[in-house]
């Protein structure tokens, strides 16, 4: 079957420029993870959906980032008025229930501010 | 902020030896979860451990875990060149309930040489 993708791979943005980062997670899965990876690091929790609602955002680095689940299915990640700091992987993880299992990584978004 | 420390940072070995990696967490936790990634990719879950378990296997993968100790050690045996990836072990947020999100710690990067 189909694992988490996330589209689009690869994200070249000039600074101050908006974008949106997709994640679709296996299907019917619960729980939604974003994370942030920066180059040569572990990655860092940013926010946790359950089904449409979003429980978890603490660790979203500042008000320009803003994620969604509206359906409950697809995820959007979107970033207003990128700075260089931002440049990292942005990886999509999905579980199937509401407690602590494993959880299933897309193969993540390297974006890159200039 | 990341819980785990792995330890190494790096490691190369010759093919056939084993491989181990020890993981240090700060606070209490649920369980305690190991995952690979090669460059460029997503995160591939390897195996978890529950607090109240000490030692678990699957395959070539030993993961003991000493809770009073806070530490875990992850033993790769026979290992091949296929191995090569970095290794993460990721703690759960530890706060009660089933937030769910992960933390994970700077990595260990394993080269294997044939």
């Known amino acids: 079957g189909a694992g988490v993708s996330q589209s689009p791979r690869y994200k070249v943005a000039k600074r101050g420029q908006d974008v949106a980062l997709r994640c679709d997670p296996i299907?019917?899965?619960?729980?939604l993870f974003w994370y942030q990876q920066a180059l040569g690091q572990g990655p860092e929790f940013l926010t946790y959906?359950?089904?449409?609602?979003?429980?978890?955002k603490s660790g979203l680095p500042s008000d320009r980032f803003f994620a969604e689940r509206p359906e409950g299915s697809v995820s959007t990640l979107k970033i207003q008025r990128t700075q260089q700091e931002d440049s990292a992987v942005y990886l999509c993880?999905?579980?199937?229930?509401?407690?602590?299992?494993?959880?299933?990584f897309g193969p993540g978004t390297r974006l890159t501010v200039l | 902020s990341q819980q785990g420390e792995e330890d190494p940072q790096a490691l190369s070995i010759q093919e056939g030896e084993n491989a181990t990696m020890n993981c240090s967490y700060k606070?209490?936790?649920?369980?305690l979860q190991w995952y690979r990634q090669n460059s460029g990719r997503g995160l591939v879950h390897l195996i978890l451990?529950?607090?109240?378990?000490r030692e678990k296997h699957s395959g070539r993968l030993r993961v003991t875990l000493d809770t009073s100790k806070k530490s875990s050690s992850l033993l790769i045996t026979a290992s091949r060149a296929a191995d090569t990836a970095s290794y993460f072990c990721?703690?759960?947020?530890?706060?009660?309930?089933?937030?769910?999100?992960?933390?994970f710690g700077k990595g260990t990067k394993l080269s294997v040489k044939p």
């Open positions: 993880a999905s579980s199937s229930g509401l407690d602590q299992d494993e959880q299933f």
């Open positions: 299907s019917g899965h619960v729980s």
């Open positions: 959906f359950q089904n449409e609602a979003q429980l978890d």
């Open positions: 606070t209490s936790i649920n369980n």
């Open positions: 451990i529950r607090s109240n378990e």
């Open positions: 990721a703690t759960d947020a530890g706060y009660g309930g089933s937030q769910g999100n992960l933390i």
